[in-house]
């Protein structure tokens, strides 16, 4: 017996919805005040440590809020929580490209060999599902920002991290993170990093950030304290090019041969899977 579940899901599960929050949330898509509650006990002044910790939190926030361009590989992994209560591991490769202010492509990959491409061309938005041979289009206009509040709001597709990818990012940090922690110097992968341990009203968050004068994210771990199980979203961040070589190709879709075209949040028949993914979420935000 098949399940059915929104079209193109595989651009993320409803655990990764809350990721969109965890670092720093979409401003036109939460509705949460992001001022500090009135009714919280004032913080401790910070350590020169934390003092530290923010300032290279917020110099990564800057770096990607103010580049014109960049390309980035992402290997990630989020857990699902079983009725049980065990923990089953998913995981999902994505390649995404941005050139600012209207230009976006995210090539994604599902540990269930689902592949999904969306691209924003400054005029329209088209998702592609090469699997189940169908596609999505529609009229968009305006910047990435924009854009990715609408993938999300309004068209109900799944976006682990996007803030990452917005030039919104620096402010969002400063509203929304409530402490920064300077955990160690280390090294992933042979790039040296600053490890940092944060906190927002509703995710824990650890980020390294590259050393010296680019300080990209290198990897990412979300913990969504006030969820059942407190499940984990994970992500390494690889191949960060910030000069990307870009053609009008880039930011074309080729339809598939027999593809069907469909129309948003269309739902599409799907094989059942015995570890449950989690559920889908439209429009909620964590």
Not at 78 to 98: C, H, M, N
Not at 225 to 231: S, Y
Request: positive net charge; aromatic residues 8%; proline residues 7%.
């Amino acid at each position: 017996m098949s399940t059915k579940r929104p079209m193109l899901r595989g651009l993320s599960s409803a655990c990764l919805v809350c990721a969109l929050c965890a670092m720093g949330g979409l401003p036109a898509y939460s509705q949460q005040n992001s001022t500090a509650n009135p009714n919280r006990t004032a913080a401790a002044k910070p350590s020169a440590s934390q003092e530290e910790a923010r300032a290279i939190l917020m110099k990564m926030a800057e770096f990607l809020g103010n580049a014109t361009a960049f390309s980035v590989n992402l290997r990630s992994g989020y857990d699902a929580v079983q009725p049980s209560g065990q923990k089953i591991e998913f995981g999902e490769l994505r390649t995404i490209t941005v050139s600012r202010p209207d230009r976006l492509r995210v090539e994604s990959e599902r540990s269930d060999g689902t592949r999904t491409l969306a691209v924003f061309n400054g005029k329209d938005i088209t998702v592609v599902d090469s699997v189940n041979k169908v596609y999505a289009t529609e009229p968009q206009t305006g910047d990435v920002d924009a854009t990715l509040v609408h993938f999300v709001r309004d068209l109900h597709l799944r976006f682990p991290l996007a803030m990452l990818l917005t030039t919104r990012l620096p402010t969002e940090f400063e509203d929304r993170v409530r402490q920064v922690d300077y955990v160690e110097k280390t090294n992933i992968e042979g790039v040296p990093t600053h490890h940092l341990a944060a906190r927002t009203d509703t995710v824990d968050f650890q980020v390294w950030v590259a050393d010296g004068n680019k300080p990209y994210p290198v990897r990412v771990v979300l913990t969504y304290k006030d969820a059942p199980g407190q499940p984990q979203f994970w992500t390494q961040l690889s191949n960060w090019d910030f000069a990307p070589k870009l053609t009008d190709d880039t930011f074309t879709v080729k339809i598939p041969d027999g593809a069907q075209k469909i129309a948003f949040a269309a739902e599409i028949p799907t094989m059942p899977s015995t570890a449950r993914r989690p559920p889908s979420a439209k429009g909620a935000t964590k």
